[in-house]
Structure formats: C-alpha cells, structure tokens
C-alpha cells in the first residue's frame, strides 16, 4: 500500500516536472517570439512611402513608331499596365505561385504552416511559404535574407501592403518587379528577353513557362537546362488545370507544344549604333544618367532602319573588297549622314566602318575634316549667286597670285587637271570643279560675304575672328575649302540639304518625343526653321550641281543612279579627305572617306568622285527604291536667257550660233547689255537665209 502510494507520489511529481518544463518552454517560446515580433518591428525599413521603386528600362521608337532599341541600367525592365496582360498570363502566375492570392489577407496560413513542418524536418535549408503580396513585399523593400526574423517581416510588410492597395494593384506590381532571369524585370521583359514578343502575345504554354521560371530563373530558364524548364511548364499546366484556369486536355495540349526559346545576347544595341550615340548624347546634355538609362522613358525618334542599312551596306560592299578593315593596324575610315531636308529628320548616321561601343567617336558628327572642293558651292558660288551674278557669269580661268599685303605671303590657286581654260561660265567652273575660278569669284564676293553665306547654310566650326596664333578661316583658302578646324559631315548635310529646301535651313534633328513611364510628355520637338538665301540662288545652285554628276566631264557622274539628284565632290590637295556631299529634292547624304590620322590617300589617288560618288550611289538609290522619281521645282522667278558663253552677256550680232546658249538667270538679275566680246564680223542667224 506504501509501495503504492510512493509510486503516485513519483508519478505526480515526474508529471508536474513535465508541465513546468512545458510551460517553462511555452514561456521561453513565447518570449522568443515576442523578441521576434519585436526585433522584427524595429529592424523594418521606413515604410512611410510604400510606394515599390525599381527602374525601367527606357525604349527608343524609329521613325515609323517600331521599337528600335532599349536603354538598360543593368537590369531590363519594361512596365505594363495589368490591362495589358493577358488573362491567362496573370492565372498561371497564380497557378505557380499563388492560387488563394484573392483569398488571403497578405500571408497564407496553410502554407506557412507547410514550410515551418519542411523547415524542421529537412536540413537542407528554409523552405518557402511565400504568397504573392510577401514576396512583393521581399524584392521591393527587404533585403534578400533567409531567416524566421526575415519570414516575420514579410508578414509585416505584407499586411501594410494589402491595407494600401488593392489585390489588382499588388499583382500588377509583383509581375513587374520579379526577376525572370536574363535580366529581365517583369513580365513583359522576359516575354521579349526569353521569346521576342510582347507579354500581349504570349501564348499559354509561353506564360505557363515564364510563371515556372520565377522560382529558380538561373535554372528552370537555361537553354542548357530546358528539359527541366518545360518540365516545369507542364506542371504549371496541371496547376492551371487544377484550379479551374484551363481544362485537363487543353493542359495536354499545350504541354505538346515546342518552345521557341529565342538565344539570349546581353546587346541592347543591333543596328544604328552611332544614330544611338547622337541621340544618347542629346538625352545625356538634358536629364540624369539615371533616368535616361533607368527611368522608363519612352523616346520617340527620326531613326529610319531601311535608311541606316542603306547607308551601312553601301559602305560595306564599296569598301571592303579593296580596302579590308583591320583591327590591328589603321584603317580607311568613313562616315555617311542621311537626312530629310523638309523636316531636318535624321534618317542615318554612320560614324565610322565599325561602332566601337557606346558614346564612341562619332565621325559622322564630331570629326571636323577639310571638305575641299565641297565647299566650293557654300563659300563661294551660293553667295556669288546671292550678289547678282549667275550660271552664265563668266570668268577667266588664267593663273593668279595674291600677295597679303601685311604678311606678303602669297597664295597661288592651281586646278586639280593643272590646265587653264581660258574665258567659262560659273556652270562650267562647278561642273568641273575649277578651283581657280573658284578663288576669283570669292575674291569677286569678299570673304567677309562667304564666311557669313557658309554660316547661315549651317556651318557652325567656322574661324571668324582670330585664334591663337593668328588663324582664323578669313582666308582665301576658305574657296578651297581650307579651313581651321574643318567641318562634320551633319553640318554638310544641313548646308546642302537648305539648298535643296529651296533656301530654307531647317536645323537637324533626332528626337521627336520624349515621355516618361506614365506617358507625360516631357519634351516635344519640331525643327527650327529658317530662310537663308532665295529660292532663285538655291535653284540656279541646283542646277548646276545636277549638271556635276549628269554631264559628261562632271567631277560627280560616279553618283548618277537615274532619278534627280545634285551633288558635289570634294578632293584636299594633300589626298587625306574625299568627299560626296549631294541630294534629291526630299533628302540630302553626305560621304567622307579618310584615315583618322589624316594620314595620305596618294597612292590610290582617291578623290571624291571615286569611292565616296559609288557609295553615295549605292545608299541614295537603295533609300529611294520605295519613293516614286520627284523633281526639283523651278520658282517662275526663275527664267531661261539666252547668253554668249564667251562673255555672258545677251548676244550680239557678232556672237556666232556656237557661242549662244541657253542658261537660267533669276527674273530682275538677267544680264541686259550685249555681248563685248564678239566685234567685228557680223554673224547672222542660222535660219535668216530662210
């Protein structure tokens, strides 16, 4: 019976130590919770803005309103609205990681209670248990830890979370934010990043694919791994089936289906590098790094593809097969630039024969190279035109020297022929590129006149006062094109493209439109345009650079490619610089061919009629395939005279038939007195016998 009694004794006592060790543990358990709770709570980061922050990838759009390119900070991010999703993009989102999404207040119980049983038992690590809103909460404020302390704070945050927003704005916010791989940010980047397409045109075996991938991108979303991927897909599928998204046989189908998984390449960039470059250095002199690269600006440009691939492989199939591009050693450099001249649009720009990374150089519009003949009709025969004089103003190419009268130095024009012609008309001079005809008539206009024309037709390098040492480009070398600092091939393409414009300089541009991710237009842009000189001087220019590549003897018939068009070449003396520079009454192109080291071109003997005429061929005659043949229009200020071409006068009497042709003049500046050349022997007309 003692026995007895000590046992229920002992019993009792074992039992009390059991619920003292429970509630002692209880007390212990409840203590480190409540110190969880609270180490929790004081370690949260300042929620006073619960607004998710994360950059987005900014787009550029070409001419034709197409995406062109995109600017990425490191990480691609593209937003959308949930509008835009397609339903069955957001339900197998859910389906993989999410079904009770609508159901629960921020966390989901079960599923906690599920990867706390996985947590003690597996040692393999802490098991998730995350809802969508958690991990919204996780990559948008949290750091990236996994701990119980970090579990109660996703609760936390999540519970705010879900007090602010709506459920349709959690989801919208979680499917742009999460990491797909890649580097893709949200749905809609990893529709293009992983399928070319936009998140619009997934189709639900692809959605299926990219919801698997948000568990483990690095693995699930490897081409090397893509039997486990579409493993993944499937099971997604069943889920989506499971839950009422889709039925068991359409889930079948589906997971039949071949996924068309595009090669991932980290270059945003795959075409038009130096026009990306142009337009990255306007954005850059105007907003942040920051939000250029990362601010989901939506950039609207001039850009036109099939222009810049014209103009790429013109200088690809001319150069390459004489002059091969070499990494190791210096290269034949050279650059084109194509542009709208009623808009001032551009439409190409080609910097160099490789794009060497962004914000390289550019020599389409930073180099400044001597333009040579070029020049010839912006600083000497536009402004001879704009003085009075014309096509059939005639000038005596003869050997001439000026000697400055300070200096003493003197300057002695030659022509590239090393020929003299006598007595020719202005026409024959641009036709044939005569440089000492071009020296007499700047000396006829002043240098003074030809620097201001040259920079009223959009020539922003010119020297007008002097420099250190002296120079300035108030030479007489100015008619040759023998300036300072030289000229880029974008203030060559404005200068020709106003005289195509009939006179109108219309500034360039590249950027039409820039908004930000909400769509608020931040800037919007509308060439600036200006008269420079008349529409009759532009025309008579026209006419006779029409002439330069359509006459026989024309220094530019390498360019001739069958519709209208006008242009001129351009040689330096010392063979460093070769220039095409021409345009068709709606656009205007400009070609440079040189060593960056302006280092000589003798051997090839390489002048702007050779290789730079065939290239502008090439890139002008691709661009207008698609346009139906358009005329330059003549002003009805614009008449046709008859004229001696020995004097440029209207004919005598004594001017014989062979001498008298028929020229433009502008109406009110036509020649009025009779040809002094002619005396003697009267000449009667050809048909007086008649």
């Not at 004081?42 to 197409?66: C, F, K, V």
């Amino acid at each position: 019976m003692a026995k007895k009694r000590r046992r229920k004794k002992e019993s009792l006592r074992a039992l009390d130590v059991i619920i003292y060790l429970l509630l002692a543990a209880l007390l212990i358990g409840t203590c480190f919770a409540v110190g969880l709770v609270i180490s929790a709570y004081r370690d949260l980061p300042d929620l006073s803005n619960l607004e998710p922050t994360a950059s987005a990838t900014s787009i550029l759009y070409d001419g034709n309103g197409e995406v062109w390119t995109e600017l990425r900070s490191g990480e691609y991010r593209i937003p959308i609205s949930i509008k835009e999703m397609p339903d069955h993009v957001l339900k197998s989102v859910l389906a993989a990681e999410d079904h009770r999404f609508y159901s629960h207040m921020g966390f989901d119980i079960r599923a906690i209670a599920r990867a706390f049983y996985q947590n003690i038992t597996d040692a393999s690590g802490l098991q998730g248990g995350s809802t969508i809103t958690q991990q919204l909460a996780k990559i948008a404020f949290l750091e990236p830890e996994r701990t119980l302390k970090r579990k109660v704070q996703d609760v936390m945050v999540a519970t705010l979370l879900e007090r602010k927003y709506t459920k349709n704005e959690i989801l919208e916010m979680y499917v742009n934010q999460i990491p797909f791989g890649r580097g893709a940010y949200g749905i809609e980047a990893a529709a293009r990043a992983y399928f070319n397409k936009s998140a619009s045109e997934l189709e639900v075996d692809e959605a299926a694919f990219l919801a698997g991938i948000i568990r483990a991108p690095s693995y699930y979303g490897s081409k090397s791994n893509l039997d486990e991927g579409i493993n993944r897909r499937n099971t997604v599928l069943n889920q989506m089936a499971e839950y009422g998204y889709l039925s068991q046989d359409e889930a079948e189908a589906y997971k039949s289906k071949p996924l068309n998984i595009i090669d991932y390449s980290p270059m945003v960039v795959t075409e038009g590098g130096h026009f990306l470059d142009y337009v990255l250095e306007y954005l850059l002199s105007r907003y942040p790094s920051d939000l250029v690269y990362g601010g989901g600006l939506r950039i609207y440009t001039t850009y036109d593809p099939l222009a810049q691939k014209a103009a790429e492989d013109a200088i690809k199939e001319v150069l390459d097969p004489v002059f091969p591009y070499s990494e190791e050693e210096p290269s034949i450099e050279c650059a084109a630039v194509v542009m709208d001249v009623r808009t001032g649009h551009l439409l190409a720009i080609v910097g160099g024969r490789k794009h060497e990374g962004m914000l390289g150089w550019n020599r389409a519009t930073d180099a400044k190279r001597q333009p040579g003949s070029a020049f010839k009709p912006i600083a000497v025969y536009v402004p001879a035109l704009e003085a009075g004089m014309g096509p059939y103003t005639v000038i005596d190419d003869s050997p001439v020297t000026w000697v400055d009268p300070v200096t003493k130095e003197s300057f002695t024009p030659r022509n590239y022929s090393g020929n003299f012609q006598g007595p020719v008309t202005m026409r024959t001079a641009v036709v044939q590129s005569l440089n000492v005809v071009a020296c007499k008539v700047q000396d006829m206009v002043g240098i003074q006149r030809s620097l201001e024309t040259a920079e009223a037709l959009g020539i922003t390098s010119l020297v007008k006062t002097p420099i250190e040492g002296g120079r300035s480009d108030y030479t007489r070398s100015l008619a040759l094109g023998g300036l300072t600092y030289g000229v880029s091939p974008l203030d060559m393409a404005v200068a020709f493209g106003t005289i195509a414009n009939q006179g109108i300089r219309v500034e360039p541009i590249a950027v039409l439109r820039v908004e930000d991710m909400d769509g608020n237009v931040l800037e919007e842009n509308v060439s600036k345009k200006k008269v420079v000189i008349s529409e009759e001087s532009a025309y008579l220019m026209t006419s006779m650079l029409r002439d330069a590549i359509t006459v026989s003897g024309g220094t530019g018939g390498n360019a001739y490619f069958g519709k209208p068009a006008a242009g001129k070449t351009g040689t330096t003396s010392d063979w460093k610089d070769a220039w095409f520079c021409g345009y068709t009454p709606s656009k205007v192109g400009v070609v440079w061919m040189g060593y960056d080291q302006e280092k000589t071109m003798a051997q090839w003997k390489i002048t702007g009629g050779t290789y730079p005429a065939r290239m502008w061929n090439r890139m002008m005659r691709k661009i207008s395939e698609e346009t139906p043949a358009e005329d330059f229009v003549k002003p009805e200020s614009v008449i046709s005279i008859q004229v001696c071409k020995r004097s440029g006068l209207l004919p005598s009497v004594y001017c014989p038939q062979g001498d008298i042709i028929t020229e433009l003049a502008a109406k009110g500046k036509q020649p009025n007195s009779l040809c002094d050349y002619h005396k003697g022997e009267r000449h009667e007309p050809d048909d007086a016998a008649d």
